[in-house]
Each structure stands twice: as structure tokens, then as C-alpha cells.
């Protein structure tokens, strides 16, 4: 789609960092419609996150804070804030283990209900447990650190699922980059995760 004045179609975008899908229509009642299932939380957007820390508790946690985004270009950012916007994600405990440094990892699957600026890496943040090589939300120093075997910031969308033509039920899966997954073969799991690593 070439309409410049409906962003050429695009429904959503990635933060820089960020590997996976993106949904694109290809003409204006696709656009439409497909805005339409986003706005009431019929399109499904879920990502896989390295975090730092072992999860605690339960497998599955609702994060809820309001993000309030600030500035413009690549000083730009989130907060949570009170004068925020309500941002909803839905964690998913998969798998733990330790790096090689013995720091304690776990890997999630995050699905966003809302859809707020560097809404996964800030909640992460924010609840202590922030995304592998995360250069926004986490301190330089843990950041080069974590360079050293996780070139990049550990988030991924693998899944997007919807309704297409004819009311049809549409799922996409997008497997790990492969510089993600070389990451994961730099992690001992813990003996209830070695199958999911």
C-alpha cells in the first residue's frame, strides 16, 4: 500500500533493538479492519524476552504500569508515570537458567494487550528484571557486559495472530534470529528448563 497518509499500511512498528514481525495490509479495508481488532484486542502480539534475575513466584504475571512517553528522536523515551497511558502486558515464565558469568537469566514469553512505546522494556525494567543488552533501560556498564555474548537487545516478535479475510483465524510464528539463538547456547538451564533451551 502506497498511502503515505495511512503509514503505507503498517499496523505497528519495532523499536530499533528489536527482531521479528511486523504486519503490513495491503490495501484500505485490510488496514481498516485490522485496526479495528487492535483497538479491541483481537490481534495478538507476542514476543520472546532474555531477562536478567530469576523470575519469581508465579509462571504467569499480568505487568500493569502507565507509560508516559517523553521527547523526540533518539532521546526520546518512556516512564512510568502517573500521567501515563494504561499499558498491559502478559508475562510468561519459560525457562530459566544462568549465564556463563553465573548471572540468572529467564526466559519469557510477553504478550502486549496495549501497544506503548518500549512498553515490554520498560515494564521489565521496572519490575527489576530488565531485557539482555538493553541500552535505554538498563545501565551502561550490565549493558557492555552483556555485549560479550549477547550482541543485541534480547527481544523478539514470534508471533502475530489474527483475523484475515472472511473472518479467518491467521497465526504467524517467526522462529529466534540465529544470533539469538547462539546466545541461548551461552546459557546453563536450570534442570526444569534444559527441554525449552
Known amino acids: 500500500m502506497e498511502d503515505t497518509q495511512h503509514g503505507r499500511g503498517f499496523l505497528h512498528r519495532l ?6 514481525l511486523v504486519l503490513l495490509a495491503k490495501n484500505h ?38 507509560v508516559h512517553w517523553f521527547g523526540t528522536g533518539r532521546q526520546a523515551g518512556s516512564i512510568i508515570a502517573p500521567a501515563g497511558r494504561v499499558a498491559l502486558s502478559k508475562a510468561k515464565l519459560l525457562a530459566n537458567g544462568h549465564q556463563l558469568a553465573g548471572q540468572a537469566v529467564s526466559l ?13 522494556r520498560l515494564q521489565m525494567a521496572h519490575v527489576g528484571h530488565p531485557a539482555v543488552t538493553d541500552k535505554r ?3 551502561s556498564v550490565n549493558c557492555m557486559l552483556d555485549m ?6 534480547f527481544l523478539h516478535r514470534y508471533r502475530l495472530a489474527f483475523f484475515g479475510a472472511r ?3 491467521v497465526e504467524v510464528i517467526q ?7 547462539s546466545s541461548l547456547l551461552r546459557i546453563s538451564a536450570a534442570a526444569s528448563s534444559i527441554d525449552t533451551f
Request: hydrophobic residues 35%; contains cysteine.
Open 167 to 169: 473472518a479467518r483465524e
Open 29 to 66: 479495508n485490510a488496514l481498516y479492519d485490522l485496526r479495528l481488532q487492535l483497538a479491541i484486542g483481537d490481534l495478538q502480539r507476542e514476543y520472546c524476552v532474555l531477562a536478567h534475575g530469576r523470575w519469581p513466584g508465579e509462571a504467569r504475571k499480568d505487568l500493569r504500569s502507565r
Open 137 to 139: 533501560y538498563f545501565s
Open 175 to 181: 522462529p529466534l534470529p540465529s544470533d539469538l539463538q
Open 15 to 20: 523499536d530499533i533493538p528489536t527482531s521479528g
Open 108 to 120: 519469557l514469553a510477553i504478550q502486549i494487550v496495549t501497544g506503548r512505546q518500549h512498553q515490554i
Open 148 to 153: 560479550r555474548w549477547c550482541r543485541r537487545n
